[in-house]
């Protein structure tokens, strides 16, 4: 049973480990396999792979062979509609996984969210990950030395705001709009662009500001 944190204009505000299945992370070559082995056919992603939401495979794309492979996704454990996070480097790249991964699985840094489908819809909390007010509730937790990380502790702890599924369903298609329309932009000045981008990200966040009574 969720545990209700705060129950305000129809939604409640909950921490993100009431909301999911499970929250992983990849492994670190180093310690389990070796890179770019002769043998090797799949693909190692990092938050290097991670651009605008989608994972694009390079020529400078790291290689695993099956049984690094194997080895990933036993700890990762990735499936369709998973929400990839990058929780160390640049933190806060997100996708959503459309399709079951096969031929690819994720580095050691880059962590995997399993949402509970009966509360939360994967694409709802990918675009609440990316708004100023849970970006800044999460960097607030962020450690290290050089490499800044957000230990998957903290993550699970932070609060986000939950309406219904049907609500979280008119917000994800209004957004993928916007977001569609922003991704067309294949032409133009460069100021025009980043103009058009900025005003996405404006009512994405309008779309995704739940405020709380005092």
Same mark, same amino acid.
């Given at each position: 049973?969720?545990?209700?944190?705060?129950?305000?204009?129809?939604?409640?505000?909950? /921490?993100?480990?009431?909301?999911?299945?499970?929250?992983?992370?990849?492994?670190?070559?180093?310690?389990?396999?070796?890179?770019?082995?002769?043998?090797?056919?799949?693909?190692?992603?990092?938050?290097? /792979?991670?651009?605008?939401?989608?994972?694009?495979?390079?020529?400078?794309?790291?290689?695993?062979?099956?049984?690094?492979?194997?080895?990933?996704?036993?700890?990762?454990?990735?499936?369709?509609?998973?929400?990839?996070?990058?929780?160390?480097?640049?933190?806060? /790249?997100?996708?959503? #996984?459309?399709?079951?991964?096969?031929?690819?699985? #994720?580095?050691?840094?880059?962590?995997?969210?399993?949402?509970?489908?009966?509360? #939360?819809?994967?694409?709802?909390?990918?675009?609440?990950?990316?708004?100023?007010?849970?970006?800044?509730?999460?960097?607030?937790?962020?450690?290290?030395?050089?490499?800044?990380?957000?230990?998957?502790?903290?993550?699970?702890?932070?609060?986000?705001?939950?309406?219904?599924?049907?609500?979280?369903?008119?917000?994800?298609?209004?957004?993928?709009?916007?977001?569609?329309?922003?991704?067309?932009?294949?032409?133009?000045?460069?100021?025009?662009?980043?103009?058009?981008?900025?005003?996405?990200?404006?009512?994405?966040?309008?779309?995704?500001?739940?405020?709380?009574?005092?």
């Amino acid at each position: 049973m969720i545990r209700l944190c705060q129950y305000i204009f129809g939604f409640v505000f909950v /921490e993100l480990d009431e909301v999911i299945l499970s929250l992983n992370t990849g492994l670190n070559p180093r310690q389990f396999f070796k890179l770019n082995t002769d043998d090797a056919t799949n693909f190692y992603v990092t938050i290097r /792979e991670m651009r605008n939401g989608q994972i694009v495979i390079t020529e400078k794309t790291d290689r695993i062979n099956n049984a690094a492979l194997h080895l990933c996704n036993n700890r990762s454990n990735l499936e369709k509609g998973d929400v990839l996070f990058s929780g160390t480097g640049t933190i806060g /790249e997100t996708v959503v #996984i459309e399709e079951s991964p096969r031929t690819w699985n #994720i580095k050691e840094g880059v962590y995997s969210i399993k949402p509970n489908p009966d509360w #939360i819809l994967s694409y709802y909390l990918r675009y609440l990950l990316t708004t100023e007010k849970i970006k800044s509730a999460y960097m607030k937790k962020v450690a290290g030395g050089t490499v800044k990380s957000l230990p998957m502790k903290e993550l699970r702890q932070i609060f986000i705001p939950l309406p219904s599924l049907e609500k979280q369903t008119e917000i994800v298609k209004t957004i993928r709009h916007f977001d569609a329309l922003c991704n067309d932009l294949g032409s133009g000045l460069p100021a025009e662009i980043e103009a058009r981008r900025k005003q996405y990200e404006y009512y994405r966040d309008k779309l995704l500001s739940f405020k709380v009574k005092e």
